[in-house]
């Protein structure tokens, strides 16, 4: 294999200079730099990562750790870690953490000294002290987290304001018996969009206990074993507010099933807006929140706190999450309860 003294020679430079090339340090001009990447290609010489972490100290890698890695919403997010941090020039290590303490810490310990920093989506199981024990020994970015912890910067979705939304549309259409297919309890967006929901029902008068909840597990299984249950209650709901789109299409399969036509018989509305909402038939009214921005914004906040020259208090920011009508709710109800929100 070649290295970099093979590279110097070829380039016709001094390691010194071919170091600082890989480093990208700004002390070597444009047509020198190019010679020597020219070079090192020619070569098919690998920098040893390792080695030059030991002089920079710095990796240029981010690690990143999911509860899942299932589903679109969660590709999205690494879609749009992987797109801004390589427009830095860093790469990321990628791994799930199955909603594990032990697991979190032991991901967290493999990854020190191969990254920079952490980008952590906590799991509901995961404890502050678990968060606070990895942040001594690396910088971390929260997404969506259930708790503030300290030195950390965070980045969450609307998720109460965006299922407060939702709610509210079906109710102004004149819908009062409506049901939901919540996340799983404990779930801090499950839990902030079931509030959300149960907002918009007394806003309008109505008892959330009434209200039918099933509970799923934000997947399309989960979503039309609901549906079969919520669609056999008698009377029936007239509409349907599911946690997340996959729920959402889930239930829309179970509504065919039973021979129901969406959005006359049944108005369903989702959280998420992914990809394949707009082309479902009909296409689904849901909540669109910005999954791939939110990966991007967790990286920039990420490269502001590593590359920070001094002491940088952490940003904590939270992503609107707006409605998008589409035919899955149809026009507006005759009922006889007329009341407006207070």
């Not at 806003?203 to 399309?220: H, N, S």
């Not at 709901?237 to 039973?258: K, Y």
């Not at 609107?320 to 026009?331: D, K, M, Q, W, Y």
């Amino acid at each position: 294999m070649a290295n970099i003294r093979d590279v110097a020679r070829a380039a016709g430079v001094s390691i010194a200079t071919v170091s600082r090339v890989f480093n990208n340090l700004e002390l070597v001009n444009g047509d020198t730099a190019r010679r020597v990447l020219q070079a090192a290609a020619a070569c098919d010489y690998w920098p040893n990562e390792a080695a030059k972490s030991l002089t920079t100290n710095r990796c240029n890698a981010f690690g990143v750790l999911l509860p899942d890695l299932y589903g679109e919403f969660y590709s999205e997010i690494i879609r749009g870690i992987d797109q801004r941090a390589r427009q830095a020039r860093y790469q990321i290590l990628l791994s799930s953490s199955h909603a594990n303490n032990d697991d979190v810490f032991n991901a967290a310990r493999a990854m020190l000294g191969r990254v920079d920093g952490l980008i952590l989506m906590t799991p509901d199981t995961v404890s502050p002290d678990v968060v606070a024990r990895v942040r001594k020994r690396l910088p971390i970015v929260l997404l969506n987290p259930s708790f503030a912890a300290d030195g950390c910067g965070s980045v969450a979705i609307d998720n109460y304001g965006g299922a407060y939304a939702a709610t509210s549309h079906l109710l102004q259409l004149g819908h009062r018996d409506i049901a939901m297919i919540a996340g799983p309890a404990g779930n801090v967006d499950a839990d902030d969009r079931r509030r959300g929901f149960q907002t918009a029902l007394r806003e309008f008068g109505l008892d959330p206990a009434r209200a039918e909840t099933e509970v799923g597990d934000f997947r399309e299984a989960a979503g039309h074993a609901a549906g079969l249950t919520i669609l056999a209650r008698r009377p029936r709901p007239t509409a349907v507010f599911a946690a997340n789109d996959s729920m959402a299409i889930g239930l829309l399969g179970a509504a065919r099933e039973q021979g129901l036509r969406i959005p006359d018989d049944l108005a369903v509305v989702g959280f998420d807006d992914i990809t394949i909402a707009r082309y479902l038939n009909p296409p689904l009214t849901t909540v669109t929140v910005d999954i791939f921005g939110l990966g991007r914004k967790a990286v920039a906040m990420m490269l502001a706190t590593v590359e920070a020259a001094d002491a940088h208090s952490p940003d904590r920011e939270v992503l609107p999450a707006v409605l998008t009508v589409r035919e899955s709710c149809g026009a507006k109800r005759r009922v006889g309860l007329t009341q407006s929100p207070r």
